[in-house]
């Protein structure tokens, strides 16, 4: 089915937002097996959001919208949609009653202008938005689709998977199955060369690598007649390219390092604690974002400083003299000294040269030691980071902190 | 001038890449005074790129192309954009000159598609591309102007900053000044309405909200003959903004809470620890985001379990048994004990119920307990958080924690 994404709003347009929806919703869709032919945007302007819709439905049998449903005078998205497809815009009492319950969850009073939120075209369904006070619509009317989400990502995202992918599921004219693989530690280019052979004069399944942000994802698809067909297709491809890059490989199923190394540690009891430098907290940031971790993470800390490195891990004074705080026996000394005062069963430290400052010949930005106590033995890794900058340096330096618990508790 | 942005290229419609150049280009023809009216997106496709230049020019006076002048056979927008401003395509010499000497310097042979690279519309203006092989060019044809620029955001941006914006420059009919205000702790209806008397009925300046994460953004615009009035219309609005939600406003100049509070630190050498339960280790994590901060970030600690917090901090077990590791006592305790322990000028704790589970009718999800040392005295600000998600609620928390400070030190 051939579908346009047309994200509004004048922050779009000024550039003061990077518009992540549109490829967010292009990625969904062409895995869903949808063709995405346009990216409109356009600001809180009426007249040319309600040409723009009847431009991509000459095109297009489907049209994806984000923004301009929330309840400031600028929101017009709504109510152009409604008239743009011939509609009328009613109350709709489910809508309503979600906005008067949420504001009064909140204990907040609803002003006036909230109240739009609950009308809807009358021939829409509602799509509930459990993120936020604005719902998102599905119309479908004269043989188009319009389907319109609100713009803050977070809400948008949160009601695509739940309301419109299964929806979307039902529309599939074929049966599209694909599986992506999460990998670690080997890069895009050298995966494609590695996997040419089955890339290679490949019709079906297709397989496609994305690379992001240190980690490399491969998408799996086939297009068949019928879910089993495709599915064992895919599985058969799946084997054959485990068999080739299966060490780097720690999902099967789109999931992030971090949830498949919490679920690990929850599924095992594992007890675990860390003691960080470079990553100042990251690391332990990122592990209690996962739900119930609080029952195997004990504690953390942040040992910035020199002395809070001695006082808190009994780091040697002469070590830090004459090694320096990034180095081996330094990340030796605080995983162990971690261990001494938790007695978790995995102990982390991390040590590392975030920069963009701070760097030497010897030891350049980048340069990362990661020490881990467990099972009675302590390992120090020696990682040296190619230096992107600050942000990307310390949040790749926690990725490669759980790919080797990930190693070491899979 | 009313001007569009079309960026070209199939892997934008996949979501393989995120649209930046749009936001870039945006932003700068914003500050350059030009009205962006449009973003479209095209894969690489001939009739349908034709049609949305067609369209974009009923409505504009100029396009902004990034994307699809390179070597490859699925390079076609130079190609389109002449047939469709009825040029032909002819050798351009310098064009021709650049390439050769590009591929000598480089030492590699040039194969005879990259020869397509010197091809451009013979109306067209060569815009050189230092740092890539695709010159990009500028046409001017029946008073429509479209400007082509490579799509890598680095051959793009480069090629914008030296060769397309002094020509821009020369086209301004006005100059827009703009001032993005950053505040925190009014939700954004709540800001329209106590702004409506300054909003309604104004043209210019005009005012704009923008909700993001819990903060809400103010831009105040100006459009004038010269930059002085402009700049000054700008100044007169703020002012009046500032005598309604003054104590809101962290920042005048769109910085991030984060940064501000940073800046401040630094500035003013104040040395800060932090002891987290609920957030674990997310604010420390923001903090050492910043560079230099070690100059004043002393050490952070996650005390995830009770123990933690017993070990750690010195929280008396008769408090966290009494009052509950979430409890005004609790934070009290554990910013006080991190200040007996690290000596430093602020200590700052934070307890809490992240969620999802955890809550009850007395401390339901989203309560948070911020203890503050601080000048002699420890305050606890207790928060009652609208629940969105455990993520949401662990960085809304931050935020929360980064405002308390920046009350006290600013």
């Given at each position: 089915m051939r579908t346009a994404i047309l994200t509004v709003g004048t922050e779009i347009l000024f550039g003061q937002i990077v518009n992540t929806n549109a490829a967010f919703l292009s990625q969904e869709l062409n895995n869903l097996g949808?063709?995405?032919m346009y990216h409109y945007s356009v600001g809180d302007n009426p007249e040319r959001l309600e040409e723009l819709i009847h431009l991509a439905f000459r095109d297009c049998d489907m049209i994806i919208t984000t923004g301009g449903l929330g309840p400031t005078q600028d929101d017009l998205t709504k109510e152009v949609i409604t008239k743009a497809m011939g509609d009328e815009l009613v109350v709709n009492e489910e809508a309503l009653r979600a906005l008067k319950d949420r504001y009064e969850k909140v204990n907040r009073p609803m002003t006036e202008n909230n109240l739009k939120q609950a009308n809807l075209p009358s021939s829409a369904e509602i799509l509930p938005n459990d993120q936020g006070t604005a719902p998102g619509f599905w119309l479908e009317k004269n043989g188009k689709i319009i389907v319109s989400l609100p713009g803050p990502p977070r809400e948008m995202t949160n009601m695509f998977n739940k309301q419109v992918r299964p929806r979307l599921k039902r529309l599939q004219d074929s049966v599209i199955y694909y599986r992506i693989l999460r990998s670690f530690g080997l890069g895009e280019s050298k995966m494609e060369t590695v996997l040419l052979p089955l890339i290679d004069g490949q019709t079906d399944p297709t397989i496609a690598t994305y690379a992001k942000e240190g980690e490399c994802s491969l998408r799996i698809a086939s297009k068949r007649a019928t879910s089993d067909e495709a599915e064992a297709a895919v599985d058969r491809m799946t084997k054959e390219v485990l068999d080739i890059i299966g060490d780097y490989?720690?999902?099967?199923?789109?999931?992030e390092l971090i949830d498949v190394v919490g679920k690990l540690l929850k599924d095992k009891n594992i007890s675990v604690s860390c003691a960080e430098s470079c990553t100042g907290g990251l690391f332990a940031g990122a592990l209690t974002g996962?739900?119930?971790i609080s029952q195997v993470f004990e504690r953390g800390i942040v040992t910035y400083s020199n002395r809070a490195k001695m006082e808190e891990l009994g780091v040697s004074a002469s070590t830090l003299e004459q090694f320096?705080?990034?180095s081996r026996e330094t990340a030796t000394e605080m995983a162990e000294g971690l261990r001494a005062k938790t007695g978790s069963d995995l102990c982390i430290s991390v040590t590392g040269i975030a920069g963009p400052g701070g760097g030497s010949e010897e030891k350049p930005v980048g340069l990362v030691f990661i020490g881990i106590c467990y099972e009675g033995k302590t390992d120090v890794i020696k990682t040296q980071m190619r230096n992107v900058n600050r942000n990307w340096n310390r949040n790749y330096a926690v990725l490669n902190m759980l790919h080797e618990i990930y190693k070491r508790i899979k």
């Open positions: 949808f063709d995405v490989v720690y999902s099967l199923d789109n999931e996962i739900d119930g320096g705080a990034v």
